[in-house]
């Protein structure tokens, strides 16, 4: 089993920059394929990005492809999302999802998943 905890959310400007950060606990992080959802207010929750447990893998949503960024570092049991060219649509909670992955260069990007979810941090952007 595997803990989660985001931070790194806030309130930004449209086009500003936020860099979101998932620590985990608990287990071998490397074996672990991570991935970035999102939830805006009266809607569903919905991929973001993912990233394969070696890091070597990525894939991400078209509406931020482009303007994200999502990393991995294994030492240090993290996963990163950089977020730029922030626009009003982006304003959601953001969860970071764990699941073992075998294939270590596959991503994930179905919410069914991922078996462990942290418990989410806000970002807010402004126009």
């Known amino acids: 089993q595997v803990q989660l905890v985001e931070s790194g959310g806030g309130l930004v400007q449209a086009g500003g920059s936020l860099r979101l950060s998932c620590a985990a606990a608990?287990?071998?992080?490397?074996?672990?394929?991570m991935a970035w959802f999102r939830q805006a207010p009266g809607k569903e929750r919905k991929f973001v990005a993912a990233?394969?447990?070696?890091?070597?893998?990525?894939n991400y949503a078209d509406s931020v492809q482009g303007r994200f960024t999502i990393s991995r570092d294994n030492t240090k049991d993290m996963v990163y999302l950089q977020m730029s060219g922030l626009k009003p649509e982006d304003t959601a909670v953001y969860y970071c999802?764990?699941?073992?992955?075998?294939?270590?260069?596959?991503?994930?990007?179905?919410?069914?998943?991922?078996?462990?979810w942290g418990q989410g941090t806000q970002v807010t952007v402004s126009s």
């Open positions: 990233i394969s447990a070696s890091g070597g893998a990525t």
């Open positions: 999802a764990a699941r073992q992955s075998i294939v270590s260069s596959r991503t994930y990007v179905q919410q069914n998943d991922y078996a462990y």
């Open positions: 608990g287990r071998t992080f490397s074996i672990y394929a």
